[in-house]
């Protein structure tokens, strides 16, 4: 008959998965982190995207994707003049 000890041993010698398990253990630490940074950081980010929104659009900026004066070109990308590209004109 085989000894519950023994088995008992070897089974806690036994170091196959153990990697996995601290891969998984490691994975789940670094989602916990990004999940409160963004949960703390998230009013701070969405104010940041308003303030340069509102900077874009008072600076005349549109978004029908039609480039005019210095921005303008391939999606305001390029040089100077009109252009008919996609996107903001700024």
């Known amino acids: 008959m085989v000894n519950v000890f023994v ?36 009013d701070t980010i969405a104010a940041s995207m308003e303030n340069s929104s509102n900077v874009f659009q008072q600076a005349g900026c549109n978004n029908n994707g039609q480039g005019t004066g210095l921005g303008g070109g391939n999606g305001g990308g390029g040089g100077q003049g009109a252009g008919n590209g996609a996107g903001n004109s700024c």
């Open 7 to 42: 088995l008992s041993r070897d089974f806690l010698k036994d170091c196959r998965g153990a990697s996995a398990a601290e891969y998984a253990l490691l994975l789940a630490v670094v989602g916990a982190v990004l999940a409160m940074s963004a949960f703390v950081l998230g």
